[in-house]
């Protein structure tokens, strides 16, 4: 091929602005936003996500990957037939958390998306660097444990059927792999493209970026020009998580397409992989989902405030979410 010859569009022919090796398909910035929104969609109708005429409440962080997923599902609404609300939690993580928020209320308002916002420091009084500090556990399994917990308690108040995570491909197949590497094998099943609700106080869980790379999310962000953070958390430490991320990456460069092909398969055996022991259990202080008799949150906030909060937090979440 001569080199010199301008590279085209696969779709219209105009010059290309990306070349996704994966799909072997050259793009003009119009015909990847169409090929991603293309992705969701067809995401999202593969692992049957969404039902017609549901509530979905979209968790948004701020950052490229919810921003993404927000964009594409607010454009699926009258196709797919359903109501898209949003939330995003301030963590109070300084430095971070009030760029985050400011961009996450920014993207609603350019999606028309109706949205809500819980901030941990005004809910609990601590942010996570000083929950994590008088608890002692690190930041990051703090965060994920809050994160979990006030998103699910925020979708059983404002009564959706599902959430949806910003999750991207490759996120999902270093966590695939480390559990795996761990036998953590009942986590896996909790990682795939959708899991189930349970008796209303446990809110299903939809994954519309199952199939769509990281780099395709800033990209997409950038082309429609919608902000979104690119700093990352300062409380972000490297993990055996980034060395896995490494050999991933390793092999999509030797066979483009082959995380995607693993998370399909992941997606198609995950029948296979071991339920939990237990049925899904209620918390006793606060009725949330729970492993043992009192759910991670109120043991967390009776460590960290003598008085677990639970139960105090499901009235002042109702209040909050309830304009959405
Ligand atoms: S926000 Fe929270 Fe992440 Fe920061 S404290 Fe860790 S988990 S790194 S996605
Ligand atoms: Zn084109
Ligand atoms: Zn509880």
Redesign the pocket.
Known sequence: MNPLREVL?S??G?PAAIYLRYARLN??K??FLDYILGRVENTVRRYRMIRSGSRILAAISGGKDSSTMLLTLSKLTGKLDFDLVALHIDLGIDGYSSEARSIAEEVCRITGVRYAILDLEDLVGLNIPELSRKIRRPPCSVCGAVKRYLLNLAGVEVGVDTVALGHHLDDLAVYIVKNFLLQNLEDIRKLGPKTEGYDGFLVGRIRPLYEVYERDTALYASFVGIPYQSMECPLHSMGVEDRIRTFLDGMEEDSPGFKIAFLRSIARSIPKYPQPQSEVRRCSLCGMPSQSGICSFCRMTMRALGKPLGLELRGKVREIVSKL
Request: proline letters at 0%.
């Open positions: 569009c779709r219209c105009n793009f003009c119009e015909h």
